[in-house]
Structure formats: C-alpha cells, structure tokens
C-alpha cells in the first residue's frame, strides 16, 4: 500500500549493487498463517560498488522479524532500522555472515507473490519483486547467488516438497514432520527462486540431451488433473529438441519439473528447473480444451522452458531490460510455434494481437517504449509492449542480419555473458559483433515509444518502365516525448511488385542484380530517412505494390489501395500474410462502408464485389482451411475500434454483425456445403489439418447462427450433443447463446446442461464464464452481475476474474461501453476491490477505462469520473495508483 505518494524509479539512476551475496541458505518451516523462514546470507562488499562504506540496506515486505545476526552475534533493535520496504543495518564488515528469521502468512497472502497458498498447496512467485515477501534480501536481479533450500513440512499434508536444483537430502522429522534440501548449482537472482509444497502427482518422462545427458521431466498436478498432462511433457521434449537444433542450446541440470496451480497472476514462471505454471496453461485433453487452449499451452511450456537460457543462464542487469529475456524468448517461441504448426497462421494470430492490443497500448497514456526509461511499479510493465513488441524488434533484427548472422550473434550472446546479468545494449553489440552490421540507429527501437506511421506514394513512368515508391515515416507523440522530438526508426519494409500474372522481378536502380539469389521477387527495403524514394526498373506494367510482407515491421502503413488491388493481393501474391493482410483491409472498407451509411442515416449497401470474393475464398478447395477461416472472420470490434480516431461503439458493433448477416444470407449455400464437408465424424484428432478443418467449420457456424433460420440452430445444437472435444463443443455453445432466434429458455438450458456435465472441471467452467460474460445481447451487465454471484466465481481466483471481469470489460464492447455508464461504475468497482486483494491483478483490469480519450465526450466524462473515483480511495496501491493516475495526466 502507497506510503506518501509513490515514487518514480528512473534506469538512469542504475547503480551498481553495493553488496553481493555469494551464498544463500534457505529454511522453511511450513505453517499456514506462521511460516517461519531463516536465511543464512554470506554477504560482501561489491569491490566493484560506487560508494564504499555505505550501510546494509536489504528489501523486506510484509515481514514479522523474530531475530537478526551478524557474524552469529545477535543484533539489538538499536543496531538496525525496519521500514516499510526495507531493513537498514548501519555497520557491517567488508565480509559476513547474515542470518535472519522472520514470520509470513501464507494463508493471508492473497497477492499471489512471493510465498501464498493455492487451494491445498504452498507455492512461490517471486518475479519480479516477491522475493522481498519471504526474506530480507537484495531483491534485484544483479544480484546473483548459489542458492540451497531446506522445507519442512507434515509429511501426511505435504508429501512433496520442491525447490530449485538437485534434491541432495531428505528425510524425517518428529511429529509427522519431513524435509527436503535442494541444492541449485546454478547463480541466480532472487526472482527465480521457488518452492512448492502439497499433495501432488506427476507424470515423468526422460529426454536425452545432443551430448548424451538423461534429463528427468516431471509435471507435478493434483491427482485429479494427471489425464491433462501429455501434451504439455510432449510439448516440453519438442521445446529442448528444438533449442537444440535451432540455437544450439541444451538443458544444464539434470532436473526440470513444471507444477500446475490453480490461483496465478500470469500465465507461467520460468523459476530454474522449477516451472510454475498456471492450470490454464499446462493442462489439456481433447474433451476439456480448445485447439486454441492446446497452441497456447504448446507455445508456454516452450517459452518457460526457453528462458532457461534467455533469462537464466544470461539474466537481466536491472527491471528495464525486462524485454531482453521477454523480447527475445517470445520470438524464441512464436518461431518455435511457427515450425511446429503452420508458419502463416500463427504469425496472421500474432500480428493480430500486435496490431490489436499493443497498438492501442501504444497509442494510450501507458505508452512506453520497449525499453521503458522509468517505473512507479514493475509488475505494470509486464505488457504487451514489452514481450510483444520487443518480440517484433528482434524479429527485425533477425530480418536485418539474415538467418545465419543472427544465430551467430546469439551464440556470441550466450557465450559472453553466460552467467551475468545483461542489458539490451549486450544483446545488440553481440548481433553487431558477429555480424559485422552496425545497429546504431535500430537501438531506437528500444528507446522511442509510440507505433511509427508510414505513408507510401508511388509513381509509374511508361517510357522508362520505372517506378518509383517514396516512403515517409513519423511517429506519433507520446506521454514521454513529442512527435517533433522523435528522430527516425530504422525500418525493414519486405516487399514485392505485383503485376497482371503474378509477383514481377525486382530491380532497383543503380543496383546490380544478385545472381546469388533464387528469389528476386521479394526486397528487403531499409528506411532509414524521414523520406525515401526506391526506384524500380525493368517493369512493362504498373505494378501493385504489396508492402510490408510477413509484417516485416511493427508499424501503420498507409498506401492508398483500391479495392481491385487489395483483390489482386488478396488472390495473387506469394506471401500469406500479405494476401490475408489484404483481405482485412477490404472488410475493414467494407465495414466502414456500412458505418458512414449508419451514422449518415443512409440505405446500407455492401460491396457486392466483397461478397464475391469471400464466396471464392470459400469455395476455393486450393486453400489451407486454417487461412481461408482466418480470412473469412471479419476483423474485431476491438482492431476497429483501435484503427479509429473516435471509437463509434455502437456503429462498429451494428456494421459488423450487418456485414456478417448479409455475408451469411448471401452465402448460404456455400456456408452449408461447406459446413457439412467438414462436419464428417472421425475420431479426434490433433493434427494441423484436424484443427484446420474444425476451425474452418465453427466460423462457418458462426456465421450460419445469425441467419437466425431453425435449420442453423438445429445445426448448432446437433454439433453441441455430438461433440467430442470442447473446440466444438463451446463453438455450438457460443452459436446458441448468442443466438436471437433461440430464445431464452433454449439459451437457460444449454447453458445449465453444459454447466453439470463440466462442473467439475474449472478451466472447462471458466470458459462456459467467459462465453456468456461476452454475449453482446442487450443486458450485458446485469448477467455478469450475476454470474459473480454463481457458485463457480471466485474474487480471489484471477483466472475466474479474467474469465468473467476481463472478458466482459475487454471483449463485450457494447454492454461495457453503455451509454449510461453502469458498465464503468462496475469495473471501478471491482477494481477497487481488488487493490487491496490483488493489487497486480486490480491494475490490470484497468486496461479498458485507460482508453477513455478515443470515446466520444459523454462516455469520456463517465469514464474519467469512474477513474477519478478509483483515484479519491485513499489507500491505493503503486500497481493501481500509477496506471490510474497517468491515465488522468493530461
Ligand atoms: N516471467 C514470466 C514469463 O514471461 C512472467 C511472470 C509470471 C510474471 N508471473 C509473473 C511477471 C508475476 C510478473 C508477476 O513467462
Ligand atoms: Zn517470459
């Protein structure tokens, strides 16, 4: 809770830690609400520190302090000072042993960081500044240390007992008392510490490392759980094999346990050889879990698994190179999910995301560059900005260096900063290093903020067969600095020419064609200027120009496109995310088409030609059935609403769901035809077509619910009695919930069937939440009221929070946003709540009142009043109190 008002902590005002910890001896005594925890520290003087004779000053949180020593010598309450954050020791030696014991409450601890119970287990989150919550300590991440565990616990309630590292002892105790010591070899910072004690089963496997070495695998679950962990260990095997084929990395203990927790802030921790994961990321069976629950549990395991080298073994040198181990290891594991499914549909999903969240996140008073230059509170900069956009710029700097130059800048990476903790600019000098490129103005990437604007104009000259595309880029201000004030990115735009049969050749003037290259269709442009022009020869045809292929880099390109063109895309170019790319701008056209006539009070007309093209696109037996659903699905009512200067909330959702009805209407036929081809009972399966075929039908069955025909609402409840694996399942669930013509009752008793058969599976039961918290029917409101009064909900559970708050907030526009602004009034609420609960979660939810200035003047009073009421509670926590008050700033 804030003491005063909090404070600002600035990267500039880096230091040096004035103290190390070479060792660190751990001891739990585990007890609900009175755990006892010593710690035995030898400490010295950092010979490299900035001021030399500096007192001892260690983080704590949340501490009952039973007795300090020095050198085995009993300090006297004289002899230090506790403050609310920290314990001050005034003298102490160039070298020392410390000890500490001090009490925590578990039980009480609903924070969920640092040492707290979920359900019946005790476990650990201590990134990024939890640790401080279980000891006294250097809490920061450079400040690296030998770690050995002891915990103690009843041997009948809490069998298994586990930390970091090798079990090197273990035994038992009196009165149904045992212990277990692990031993992690391995330095590391406090924030990778973790421990789990409970009644657990696992599930193990071996992998061979390339060198030879066995590695046990073990995910450890609640009983009831262990017919959910197969995919996760497969996952997991797939994840090592590939880090070893693709950066040459190999796991180093001889250990690595993942365990599943019910009650998590985030989605998975990356503690050495001691993976937390939350429930939802790391269980799965066909019955229980989507397609989509599968990737996404693929893609965690891997990403956790991955940090081992991009996090662990090289660390960060403080909290604002956050994006050096999360940048990277999303890149690590998008390209991971790339090559174990299908490359276009998962960066197509990935772009979404950017371009939906991280550019609205980009464009709002949270906007912070990749590297952020201050923080009032860590945990709010866990964003979108940070993993996924700083995914995005080592992307480009793979672009940039080439396949083979980035691998051997990562290998250089590793090599010469295994063990330390790093920053950003060792990362690139490594790329620089071994590639020989200089990235002197890349690195601003790292330090401006905002989403850079390209505009692209061409010109074709017939005589000369030239053609010229000037490109401009700007980007936009941002709470920490000014449009003016911005200096110009270092931009990859991969792009091609399209002409009447295809992609034509590629030659820029004044330089020579590369005999070495296959492919002279696709170009690699540098922007490096506020303006560029490339020129182009050699061309009989004025060309398309199809820029930005793969999405070459995070930024809004304009080029003024017709709707021919974007067919020509769309149809013709050889890259797949560009003709899906296309495909969106058209709908988008479309979309607005319907809203101007909406807000004019004019006759809707559609586009025939945009009902044309998505009946080829979906009779078009050539395609992946992954893409031609990807492209049928009309974009969000949220990447509308971030491509708007003023979010019309209303418009966007009427035109939608018109384009969707006369899409549906116009297309019955094919939608059916489509709908039974790929409705054929095989058994399941969880192969790349499989998922594809099931994705393919379930968008045809949304679209075929709004035609609100009893042939389609049969359909969807014939698909909800038949299924056998929830992707199908919740699909038909969702088809009829949303659906008009079913009526109440039929909605009642789907809902509540569906509620008995899954009730005893909680990640089934947050998604039946979800489905209805996003209903767009009128009265939004008042069922997410009462949901939160259903047995299933639970204020203190953050996936139940996300699957009901969140999901309502964030992903069912129209009812949150209602005129009146009860959907605010909630929320402020809730979070208000949650500030003194969970504080990381509080802040969080806060996301969608954040956005307030891009909505008309009567829901921006209703939005701002709602903050400024969050605002006036006199005991806000740094979490909620930093995004709440930035958001007012103006
Ligand atoms: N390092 C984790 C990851 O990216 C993120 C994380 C897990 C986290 N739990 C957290 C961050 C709690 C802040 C607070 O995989
Ligand atoms: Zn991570």
């Keep these: 809770m804030k003491d005063a008002q909090p404070k600002s902590i600035y990267l500039k005002d880096y230091r040096k830690p004035d103290f190390l910890i070479e060792t660190t001896e751990l001891h739990f005594n585990l ?85 707290y119970k979920s359900r019946t287990m005790y476990c650990t989150q201590c990134e990024a500044e939890g640790f401080r919550k279980i000891t006294y300590y250097l809490d ?77 695998l073990r995910i450890f679950v609640e009983t009831k759980d262990l017919d959910k962990c197969d995919h996760a260990m497969l996952s997991l095997k797939k994840a090592m094999r590939w880090d070893e084929e693709v950066y040459g990395l190999e796991y180093d203990l001889d250990i690595f346990m993942i365990v599943a927790v019910d009650d998590f802030n985030m989605g998975a921790m990356e503690n050495k050889g001691l993976n937390i994961f939350n429930t939802s990321c790391v269980l799965a069976k066909p019955e229980t879990t989507t397609d989509a629950g599968f990737q996404r549990v693929e893609g965690v395991v891997a990403h956790e698994y991955f940090h081992n080298w991009s996090g662990n073994r090289v660390t960060c040198r403080d909290w604002f190179q956050l994006s050096l181990k999360e940048g990277f290891t999303v890149f690590r594991d998008s390209e991971f999910s790339a090559d174990m499914n299908s490359r276009t ?17 980009d464009g709002g008073p949270m906007a912070h560059p990749v590297r952020p230059p201050s923080f009032i509170e860590i945990s709010n900069f866990y964003t979108l900005t940070v993993y996924e956009k700083g995914c995005e710029v080592v992307r480009m700097i793979h672009t940039l260096l080439g396949a083979e130059n980035f691998r051997k800048g990562s290998d250089l990476y590793f090599s010469r900063h295994d063990g330390e903790a790093a920053t950003i600019e060792n990362f690139v000098k490594a790329m620089e290093d071994a590639s020989g490129r200089d990235l002197t103005q890349f690195t601003r990437w790292y330090s401006q903020a905002g989403t850079p604007r390209i505009n692209a104009t061409d010109a074709y000259d017939e005589e000369s067969g030239t053609y010229s595309l000037t490109l401009t880029q700007s980007c936009p201000t941002t709470p920490e600095a000014k449009q003016e004030e911005k200096q110009p990115f270092h931009i990859p735009v991969a792009m091609g020419l399209l002409g009447d049969a295809g992609n034509l050749p590629l030659k820029l003037q004044g330089q020579p064609i590369d005999a070495d290259t296959e492919d002279n269709t696709n170009l690699v442009l540098e922007l490096t200027d506020f303006e560029q022009t490339f020129v182009f ?32 895309i769309m149809s013709r170019d050889s890259d797949g995310f560009s003709r899906w790319d296309a495909c969106q701008k058209l709908a988008v056209a479309v979309i607005e088409d319907v809203m101007n006539a909406y807000r004019g009070d004019q006759k809707y007309d559609i586009d025939h030609a945009f009902i044309e093209t998505c009946r080829a696109i979906l009779i078009d037996q050539s395609l992946d059935k992954a893409m031609v659903a990807l492209m049928l699905q009309l974009p969000t009512e949220a990447y509308l609403s971030e491509i708007a200067t003023e979010i019309d909330v ?66 969807a409840q014939a698909q909800l009695d038949a299924a056998t694996n929830m992707t199908d399942e919740l699909a038909a669930l969702s088809a009829i919930i949303n659906s008009e013509h079913a009526g109440e009752s039929l909605r009642d008793q789907v809902l509540q069937d569906f509620y008995l058969r899954w009730s005893d599976e909680a990640l089934v039961v947050n998604q039946w939440l979800t489905a209805q918290a996003q209903v767009s029917r009128v009265g939004g409101l008042e ?30 526009p129209v009812n ?32 969608p009142l954040t956005k307030w200035r891009k909505y008309d003047s009567g829901r921006q009073a209703l939005m701002r009043a709602a903050l400024e009421r969050i605002m006036s509670e006199p005991e806000l926590s740094k979490d909620v109190y930093e995004v709440v008050s930035k958001s007012l700033k103006d």
């Design 537 to 568: 020869e050699g061309l009989n045809e004025k060309p398309t120009p199809v820029l930005l292929r793969d999405f070459s880099a995070p930024v809004k390109l304009n080029y003024n496109y017709s709707r021919e063109q974007l067919t020509a």
């Design 816 to 847: 949150f946003h209602r005129e009146d602004g009860a959907g605010y009034e909630f929320l402020a609420d809730q979070i208000l709540t949650l500030n003194k609960l969970n504080p990381q979660i509080a802040s969080r939810l806060l996301t």
């Design 345 to 361: 549909v998962k960066r197509v999903e990935d772009v979404s995301l950017l371009r939906t969240l991280q550019f609205a996140e």
């Design 650 to 715: 209303e418009a966007i959702h009427f035109a939608r769901q018109y384009v969707r009805k006369a899409l549906a209407e116009s297309l019955s036929e094919e939608l059916e035809s489509v709908y039974r081809a790929n409705s054929n009972p095989e058994p399941f399966s969880a192969s790349a077509t499989a998922m594809a075929k099931r994705s393919l039908k379930n968008t045809v069955l949304s679209y075929l619910i709004v035609t609100e025909t009893d042939e389609s609402l049969h359909l």
């Design 31 to 115: 007890d609900p609400s009175a755990t006892v925890v010593k710690s035995r520290l030898k400490i010295r003087r950092n010979p490299e520190a900035h001021t030399p004779s500096l007192p001892l000053t260690l983080h704590g949180q949340d501490l009952e302090l039973i007795s300090l020593h020095i050198d085995g010598k009993t300090l006297q309450p004289s002899e230090y000072e506790i403050g609310p954050e920290t314990l001050t020791i005034n003298t102490v030696p160039n070298e020392f042993v410390f000890e500490a014991e001090v009490k925590i409450n578990p039980e009480g601890n609903t924070s969920l960081e640092g040492l």
């Design 783 to 812: 069922r997410v009221q009462q949901l939160m009064q259903h047995e299933a909900f639970d204020i203190k559970n953050p996936n139940k929070i996300r699957a009901v708050i969140g999901a309502f907030c964030g992903g069912n």
């Design 140 to 216: 920061r991440p450079d400040v690296m240390s030998e770690f050995t565990t002891t915990i103690e616990a009843s041997e009948s309630e809490f069998p298994v007992l586990l930390s970091n590292g090798n079990l090197i002892d273990s035994g038992k105790r009196e009165n149904g008392q045992h212990f277990a010591t692990w031993h992690d070899p391995f330095k590391k910072p406090a924030y990778l510490f973790a421990l789990v004690g409970g009644t657990l089963d696992f599930i193990e496997d071996t992998f061979t490392t390339k060198s030879g070495r066995n590695i046990t």
